[in-house]
């Protein structure tokens, strides 16, 4: 192996290694064959697991259509972050207040945005206060073989449909049914998906 690949190898081991240190210091669930390109910016004191097969680009190198720089996980407090089997991640940032699932076989789209909650209050004098209280959350469900397109913003209460497909640069704000695509801010529906070809 001349010197070029072993650079290139040692770039993108390091990484990895370094997302499964920390992953089994925090306590987080990850299966088999768990794939990460780049650091993960991983935060909170809630739950996170991954499930088999989960490749997670974290640095423009590994996706740069996507223009984000890391994936984030961030389960604050009592939230839980979920992702199932074979899912495949892009420099996406998943905030999770309550409960943010990722079913089997999702692809989500680079820069992406996935959120279970407000982070503030609508009202000013409780956003005004050190421990705001007015912050609203609900459940995240992303069932198995949506797909998700670049640059989304899934917002607090929304469940994708089995196979549905999120246009690039959508803003998820109601329920997507199954075998759907999607699209628009705030995201519409377009039109059926037919039979698998």
Same mark, same amino acid.
């Given at each position: ?11 993108? @081991?390091?990484?990895? +290694? ?16 768990? @794939? ?7 935060? *909170? ?8 097969? @989960? ?31 074979? +899912? ?17 076989? /999702?692809?989500? *789209? ?11 209050? +609508?009202?000013? =004098? ?7 209280? *007015?912050? =609203? ?20 209460? @929304? ?7 999120? *246009?690039?640069?959508?803003? +998820?704000?109601?329920? /997507? ?21």
């Amino acid at each position: 192996m001349n010197i070029k690949k072993i650079i290139i190898k040692t770039k993108w @081991v390091m990484p990895d +290694v370094y997302n499964k240190i920390i992953m089994k210091l925090r306590k987080i669930k990850y299966g088999r064959k768990l @794939v990460t390109y780049g650091r993960i910016f991983i935060r *909170g004191r809630g739950f996170i697991s991954l499930g088999n097969g @989960v490749t997670i680009n974290s640095c423009c190198e590994t996706n740069p259509i996507g223009g984000g720089y890391k994936t984030i996980l961030f389960a604050k407090e009592t939230g839980r972050i979920c992702i199932g089997d074979n +899912v495949g991640i892009s420099n996406t940032a998943i905030v999770a207040l309550r409960s943010i699932t990722i079913e089997n076989d /999702v692809m989500v *789209g680079g820069n992406c945005k996935i959120y279970d909650h407000d982070f503030h209050s +609508v009202y000013f =004098k409780e956003r005004m206060q050190a421990h705001d209280q *007015g912050i =609203k959350s609900a459940p995240v469900l992303i069932k198995q073989g949506a797909f998700i397109g670049a640059h989304c913003i899934i917002l607090k209460g @929304v469940t994708i449909g089995k196979f549905s497909v999120i *246009g690039a640069g959508s803003v +998820v704000t109601k329920d /997507v049914p199954d075998k759907e695509i999607w699209a628009g801010n705030p995201a519409r529906f377009i039109k059926k998906i037919k039979a698998d070809k």
